[in-house]
Nanobody
Framework: QVQLAESGGGLVQPGGSLRLSCAASGSIFSIYAMGWYRQGPGIQRELVATMTSGGVTNYADSVKGRFTISRDNAKNTTYLQMNSLKPEDTAVYYC???????????????WGQGTQVTVSS
């Protein structure tokens, strides 16, 4: 059983910063990719940032230059550093990991429970 635990959300003023964390636990053999997605009120869930095991990153245009995704392989953890936050960044943020639980096993996607980020004065 694999679980993802997110933390770091909260209320911040425009222009402020937050750092989200997502730690995976359970029977994990290898993590292929990690990513962050968000879902604002009345909006479909959208990609924020992803990173492969090789370190290749991808960002939504709306967060480029402001958000940075990183990972700590030893801790099975991914981070999302969010700077220069705007009210339109307000959303529930979800982490996702694509991983396998055994050698040569298939990759499956797992999601965290979500953490609320609110940007408001």
């Amino acid at each position: 059983q694999v679980q993802l635990a997110e933390s770091g959300g909260g209320l911040v003023q425009p222009g402020g910063s937050l750092r989200l964390s997502c730690a995976a636990s359970g029977s994990i053999f290898s993590i292929y990719a990690m990513g962050w997605y968000r879902q604002g009120p009345g909006i479909q869930r959208e990609l924020v940032a992803t990173m492969t095991s090789g370190g290749v990153t991808n960002y939504a245009d709306s967060v480029k230059g402001r958000f940075t995704i990183s990972r700590d392989n030893a801790k099975n953890t991914t981070y999302l550093q969010m700077n220069s936050l705007k009210p339109e960044d307000t959303a529930v943020y979800y982490c996702k990991m694509v991983l396998t639980t055994r050698p040569r096993g298939p990759n499956y996607a797992y999601w965290g429970q979500g953490t609320q980020v609110t940007v408001s004065s």
